[in-house]
């Protein structure tokens, strides 16, 4: 379910008890989550830098090593590169959104992965420092700083920025009207940033585990509206039954209400969309695909060669240690779909007994995954050396050259099988629409862990949002996906 929300208008009507937010308050609703977003990337650099400071100072390093003859200004330079490092994988991560909110386990993935990721860029740039070799056990003493000092600051961060947010901008009193399926998923999505009064709905398909009440039928708008001092109205109703609510808003309420809607087609709007206005409608208007730029395939040729030429040892080692440990070829060949229904064959390394494909239909129904997809973690058909392959993502190093034929890009979805193809639904085709990629929003969201319908509507996403700083954004994602084996078997 999409959580997009369109404004259509904005009640200014008062009247008669009507009381309204001032201008005060309105402004510290937009400011407060700017502000309280730049403190956050500023007290969490100065927080890994003085994690790596403290790793200098409690001596770490042995005074007989060479690496103790740096100043303290050579590690403080490399603890800042470390926390820049950090904030940049921080923002790509929507980290610096205060009213986001994440569970416990994600928000430990995510700075255990983006302090490594730092951490990995600023060793390898140590390396084109002269004369300075920096102690390994520094390094390791300061990522363990530099993790739990951003683990405990972002927990009493979220405490602090919802009483300061309670205090100079109380959360909007939400209703929305219907109680149906969706209105009960943007009820529960709401939560916390909102406080959601309640439903208004003729009908009600609530059970008792909602906490949410049902207040009463659209005809009581005016009055519910009135009774609970209302905010926002977001209305969750299909379009053939909005007629009702339409007449109630065009003849308006006593204060001032912000009325916005959840159209049926909001899982299919991109984040950019026009709203134009012909003959007296309204008119949304948006590409199903986003036009991509050329400058993506060349990127996909520039880096896919680079990386290549970079990793040919490492291909080399792998062949070998999969000839030795099974017998078989090195490379497994399977036919995929590629953009617009095209078939090529895919390249990969052999991570299976040979006669994997023959054992498939005897293992169905032992299958972990949802939808057409096919994934066990105890797979008995993966080798030794493929095991370690998949974990660590080596096996889909073939792919580029893959992504040198233009068969494959670097970013993008998962190619399926032809068997999986057969399964869709109609819209899941939607998918198919661009060319395929080694990475994308699936992988760098748990792999695995993601079911086959959310894996269909993050591809979805990034087909109708493509730009280059998403690629760079999932690039960046792959590193820790890669590091942290999240969702990997």
């Known amino acids: 379910m999409s959580s997009l929300e369109v404004p259509v208008q904005d009640h200014l009507w008062s009247g008669e008890g009507g009381d309204s937010r001032g201008a005060a308050y309105s402004r510290a609703e937009r400011l407060l989550p700017v502000l309280s977003g730049t403190c956050l990337l500023v007290i969490d650099?100065?927080?890994v830098l003085a994690a790596f400071l403290l790793a200098y100072w409690v001596?770490?390093?042995?005074?007989?090593?060479?690496?103790?003859?740096?100043?303290?200004?050579?590690?403080?330079?490399?603890?800042?590169?470390?926390?820049?490092?950090?904030?940049?994988?921080?923002?790509?991560?929507?980290?610096?959104?205060?009213?986001?909110?994440?569970?416990?386990?994600a928000r430990l993935h995510a700075v255990v992965s983006s302090v490594s990721t730092a951490l990995v860029v600023a060793v390898a740039m140590s390396f084109f420092f002269e004369d300075q070799r920096f102690s390994r056990l520094w390094f390791a003493a300061g990522w363990a700083f530099a993790v739990v000092a951003l683990l405990v600051?972002?927990?009493?961060?979220?405490?602090?920025?919802?009483?300061?947010?309670d205090t100079v901008a109380p959360a909007n009193?939400?209703?929305?009207?219907?109680?149906?399926?969706?209105?009960?998923?943007?009820?529960?999505?709401?939560?916390?940033?909102?406080?959601v009064v309640g439903f208004v709905d003729n009908g009600s398909d609530l059970d008792g585990s909602s906490r949410v009440p049902?207040?009463?039928?659209?005809?009581?708008?005016?009055?519910?509206?009135?009774?609970?001092?209302?905010?926002?109205?977001?209305?969750?109703?299909?379009?053939?039954?909005?007629?009702?609510?339409?007449r109630l808003i065009d003849r308006g309420f006593r204060r001032r209400v912000v009325v916005k809607f959840v159209p049926d087609l909001?899982?299919?709007?991109?984040?950019?969309?026009?709203?134009?206005?012909?003959?007296?409608?309204s008119f949304?208007?948006?590409?199903?695909?986003?036009?991509?730029?050329?400058?993506?395939?060349?990127?996909?040729?520039?880096?896919?060669?680079?990386?290549?030429?970079a990793l040919a040892p490492l291909l080399g080692v792998i062949a070998v240690a999969i000839k030795l440990d099974s017998p078989g070829p090195v490379l497994y060949r399977q036919q995929r779909v590629g953009k617009d229904g095209r078939r090529f064959w895919m390249f990969k390394f052999r991570s299976m007994r040979p006669d994997a494909e023959r054992l498939l239909d005897a293992l169905r129904a032992k299958n972990e995954a949802t939808g057409p997809l096919f994934k066990m973690r105890a797979d008995p058909r993966v080798t030794r050396v493929g095991r370690l392959l998949r974990r660590l993502s080596l096996d889909e190093l073939?792919?580029?050259?893959?992504?040198?034929?233009?068969?494959?890009?670097?970013?993008?979805?998962?190619?399926?099988?032809?068997?999986?193809?057969?399964?869709?639904?109609?819209?899941?085709?939607?998918?198919?629409?661009?060319?395929?990629?080694?990475?994308?929003?699936?992988?760098?969201?748990?792999?695995?862990?993601?079911s086959f319908h959310d894996m269909v509507r993050l591809d979805l996403h990034y087909i109708r949002n493509w730009s280059l700083a998403l690629d760079v954004e999932i690039l960046l994602r792959t590193i820790p996906a890669v590091l942290t084996n999240r969702g990997a078997y």
Request: hydrophobic fraction near 50%; aromatic fraction near 8%.
């Open 153 to 165: 600051w972002r927990m009493l961060a979220r405490k602090l920025y919802a009483a300061v947010r």
């Open 214 to 246: 049902l207040l009463g039928p659209i005809a009581q708008l005016e009055r519910v509206v009135q009774e609970y001092a209302v905010d926002e109205l977001i209305i969750a109703l299909p379009i053939s039954r909005c007629e009702q609510v339409t």
């Open 266 to 281: 909001a899982d299919l709007l991109p984040r950019q969309f026009e709203l134009q206005h012909l003959a007296g409608r």
């Open 59 to 105: 001596r770490f390093i042995a005074p007989d090593n060479e690496a103790a003859a740096l100043g303290l200004e050579q590690y403080a330079r490399m603890g800042l590169i470390v926390g820049l490092g950090t904030a940049l994988l921080f923002a790509l991560q929507g980290l610096y959104d205060p009213d986001r909110s994440l569970a416990w386990p």
């Open 45 to 47: 650099i100065a927080l």
């Open 398 to 450: 073939p792919q580029l050259f893959n992504v040198l034929r233009g068969e494959m890009s670097l970013i993008g979805p998962r190619p399926p099988l032809p068997a999986e193809v057969e399964q869709y639904e109609d819209w899941q085709h939607g998918r198919l629409r661009v060319v395929p990629g080694m990475t994308g929003l699936w992988q760098v969201s748990g792999r695995s862990e993601v």
């Open 173 to 195: 009193r939400v209703l929305i009207v219907g109680a149906n399926t969706l209105g009960q998923e943007l009820a529960d999505d709401l939560a916390g940033r909102y406080q």
């Open 284 to 309: 949304i208007g948006f590409a199903p695909v986003a036009r991509v730029s050329w400058l993506k395939r060349a990127s996909d040729l520039a880096l896919g060669s680079l990386a290549l030429l």
